[in-house]
């Protein structure tokens, strides 16, 4: 399996990548984020990369935790990745969930064990 952007090693990855993973954004003039900068799929991705080149756009190096935290030019980018990162903690709460039913489950077992062997002793 492979993947396009550090942006999706950081999905896989779960909060750790989330908060640790760095990726280009582009950014405006007045360091609002306009978008991831290496999803080359983008439409606006070809005229973002002249406006680059020409000085009117600017490439911002931010984990994607520190881009949901910026200021965007765009409430609907901005409301696709707060999305995304709410998958994301949703994941780890998930996780965490299950490992505390778990942890639960097991107490019971050995609570429940530990009172058979009362009982025969």
Request: hydrophobic share 40%.
């Amino acid at each position: 399996m492979s993947a396009s952007s550090n942006m999706e090693v950081a999905k896989r990855q779960g909060l750790l990548g989330w908060v640790s993973a760095i990726e280009p954004f582009w950014t405006d003039l007045q360091h609002r984020v306009i978008g991831p900068a290496l999803d080359q799929n983008d439409e606006q991705w070809p005229e973002l990369f002249s406006q680059a080149v020409e000085g009117l756009v600017r490439v911002a190096w931010l984990s994607p935790r520190d881009a949901v935290r910026e200021r965007w030019t765009s409430v609907e980018s901005h409301r696709t990745m707060v999305g995304e990162f709410n998958l994301v903690l949703d994941a780890e709460k998930r996780g965490a969930l299950a490992r505390l039913e778990a942890t639960e489950l097991s107490i019971e077992l050995l609570l429940g064990e530990s009172e058979r062997r009362a009982e025969y002793e």
